[in-house]
């Protein structure tokens, strides 16, 4: 690689002014906001992504012509990642453009091994911005089949277990994505018939099973695979496909844990998602009101967890309860200070519902939202169009 210039990583022109149109003026002049000094780790743990965009492209292109090239890439995935945390999708698009064509340019390549030099997670990311940004679902779907190509060649060529479990792990990923695909496209049918060609929901338990031992992450990649196909199959509508998932999921679950049943989200994450998907399935069978038992089980058992709260107050609002779903995100948002895109709109919806002064309600929510310190985990700022003005 000594021979490579990867200059062309450090050029100015590549990286662009980030437009702040979508954002309400309370966010344009937060009452607080990190120094420009502050470390990019810190800022994505605090949420603010519009800010790590700002200082990975500085940080990109005040660096030395000495600069590893993974260290390039490294803040490149960041920059990219973060526009499109922000909704800048188109914007990360054109960006992602500086890498030319992973997929077959051999100036990617390394020389001895051949192994690719960009990392996995990028290459994944620059392909769903093929699709996202430009709209151009199929060229995204051949990238993904692209990736699955070199997935198959790496689990025939790699002489270790570990290697062609990682390769295995990666195709199957592939394949769920160019679903999701299929799904935004509207082409429903076709999702469900190329999901249905996978390997089925108990056959990938059964290797994960085979192959698991005390030090193996097989098993957590499975579960989140599994999670991301039950999903799939709720947004398609075939709830017996999505059943099956969830039965394969809880055997794994059972097979593979061995931590107690408890109501810490922290220690418990397995159980919670679970029984959220299970909850899910519930409101996808049944009328509103018949979901609502399970969801406020659950929060009952997890009163924190954010998105049990939203999901229980979505069934107080499509059952009638209004008052009921107002109460529990108003308390999520303003009194927990918790945070996110579809919280702030459902909020929005219930106002509009419930008073005639909804757009001051709104406006002094704007307000609230954007005086808080930071929001861990999640982003800081959100864009006009979540508040409905």
């Known amino acids: 690689m000594s021979d490579r210039d990867f200059s062309f990583l450090r050029d100015p022109s590549a990286y662009h002014v980030l437009p702040t149109t979508s954002l309400l003026p309370p966010f344009l002049n937060p009452a607080y906001s990190p120094p420009i000094t502050t470390p990019i780790p810190s800022l994505l743990s605090t949420g603010h992504f519009r800010l790590a ?6 940080a990109i292109v005040q660096s030395p012509p000495s600069t590893d090239p993974a260290t390039l890439l490294n803040l490149l995935h960041i920059r990219l990642a973060c526009l499109c945390l922000i909704n800048e999708h188109a914007l990360a698009a054109h960006e992602s453009k500086i890498l030319g064509d992973l997929n077959h340019a051999t100036f990617w390549r390394h020389e001895s091994t051949g192994a690719h030099l960009v990392p996995w997670d990028l290459r994944v990311l620059v392909v769903r911005l093929a699709a996202l940004g430009y709209g151009e679902w199929r060229k995204g779907i051949m990238g993904y089949y692209e990736l699955a190509h070199e997935c198959r060649s790496n689990i025939s060529k790699s002489e270790f277990e570990q290697d062609k479990r990682l390769w295995r792990t990666r195709l199957r990923d592939c394949g769920v994505r160019v679903a999701n695909v299929l799904v935004e496209m509207g082409d429903l049918e076709g999702a469900g018939q190329h999901l249905a060609s996978l390997l089925s929901p108990s056959q990938a338990v059964g290797e994960v099973e085979r192959e698991h031992d005390e030090h193996d992450e097989r098993a957590e990649e499975a579960k989140q695979m599994l999670y991301m196909e039950t999903l799939l199959w709720l947004r398609i509508g075939d709830v017996g496909a999505a059943k099956r998932c969830l039965s394969a999921l ?9 931590k ?17 998907v299970s909850a899910l399935l519930t409101l996808c069978t049944s009328p509103p009101a018949s979901a609502l038992p399970a969801f406020q089980s659950l929060h009952d058992r997890f009163p924190t967890n954010p998105m049990i709260t939203q999901n229980l107050a979505i069934c107080h609002l499509y059952s009638g309860h209004v008052s009921e779903a107002r109460a529990l995100l108003e308390h999520l948002v303003i009194d927990a200070g918790t945070v996110f895109r579809s919280a702030i709109f459902n909020l929005c919806t219930v106002y509009e519902l419930c008073t005639e002064q909804a757009k001051v309600k709104k406006e002094a929510l704007v307000g609230k939202v954007a005086a808080r310190r930071d929001e861990a985990g999640t982003g800081w700022e959100v864009q006009r169009e979540g508040f409905k003005l």
């Open 53 to 58: 965009a700002i200082s990975a492209a500085r």
């Open 250 to 258: 809880s055997h794994l679950l059972s097979s593979t844990s061995s």
């Open 260 to 276: 107690p049943l408890t109501t810490d989200d922290a220690t418990n994450g397995d159980a919670l998602l679970e029984a959220t």
